[in-house]
């Protein structure tokens, strides 16, 4: 049976459409993850809080492995996540989506990967494709359906955080073929594809990158963006799950690829 769980970002503590909502936690074998398990049209739907409910986990402190782990024990077969990110050009406007469809990993401290040769032995997932193009396709449906500007493809570039980048970062990231900035996708959405489960992300534009305009970036100016847009973010998840209601097998794992364990 196919589960769908929304991953919430920066902003986004609350999806706005579940009701007879309960906190819970649940253990795994990385440490404890915190979910909110929720009703939508007789059907049960999971969310979770990225950075906790009051936004007290910063990116680079984020137990990304608990939170994977305990959405597959959960039997979550799609996560739809979000994410507000910089724009490293002026082409795109502030609360403009882009649906991403390639990452770039910058991180240096994370936990990553669940085949570390301990629990779950060592294997080599494949990422051409790191994000569900199936699932994708459903979003900028109805992104458009919504009328709200959704920007087709795109690569993020995951940086350690949780300071914001320097306009020299900024600079190789344009010339590695970057197009946002962001601190979270990564090692998420690979842990959700080493876990079998169909990744998104969806992400709003809330600030330029340093050195791509003149104004000094801060943390209030990215949250106010995100609060000013976040309609359009509760907008699309409902419509998103609508359809998972009348069309749960829409929201398959069956499509991607699978981690070969080596056998010793």
């Given at each position: 049976m196919n589960k769908l769980a929304f991953i919430g970002g920066s902003g986004i503590y609350d999806?706005?459409?579940?009701?007879?909502?309960?906190?819970?936690?649940?253990?795994?074998?990385?440490?404890?993850?915190?979910?909110?398990?929720?009703?939508?049209?007789?059907?049960?739907?999971?969310?979770?809080?990225?950075?906790?409910?009051?936004?007290?986990?910063?990116?680079h402190k984020i137990n990304y492995r608990a939170n994977i782990y305990a959405l597959k024990i959960l039997g979550v077969t799609t996560i739809i996540s979000t994410s507000a990110v910089g724009s490293l050009t002026l082409k795109y406007k502030l609360g403009d989506f882009i649906l991403i469809n390639q990452f770039i990993d910058m991180t240096k401290m994370r936990e990553n990967t669940f085949f570390d040769g301990i629990l779950h032995g060592v294997a080599h997932v494949d990422m051409t494709e790191p994000y569900s193009p199936e699932i994708r396709k459903l979003i900028l449906k109805e992104a458009n359906k919504l009328n709200i500007t959704i920007h087709n493809g795109g690569t993020y570039i995951c940086t350690e955080g949780p300071r914001f980048e320097t306009p020299a970062e900024i600079k190789m990231f344009k010339k590695f073929g970057g197009t946002v900035v962001g601190m979270t996708n990564v090692p998420e959405c690979q842990l959700a594809r080493e876990a079998g489960i169909a990744y998104v992300t969806i992400c709003m534009i809330t600030n330029f990158a340093a050195g791509i305009s003149k104004n000094i970036i801060t943390q209030d100016e990215v949250f106010e963006c995100m609060k000013k847009n976040s309609i359009k973010f509760q907008n699309i998840l409902k419509n998103i799950a609508d359809i998972y209601i009348e069309n749960p097998e829409k929201f398959t794992n069956k499509n991607i690829p699978r981690a070969e364990v080596i056998k010793v």
């Open positions: 999806p706005k459409i579940l009701e007879k909502t309960k906190q819970k936690k649940i253990e795994t074998p990385y440490g404890i993850s915190y979910y909110t398990s929720g009703i939508y049209k007789n059907k049960e739907i999971i969310f979770m809080a990225r950075h906790g409910n009051k936004h007290t986990v910063p990116p």
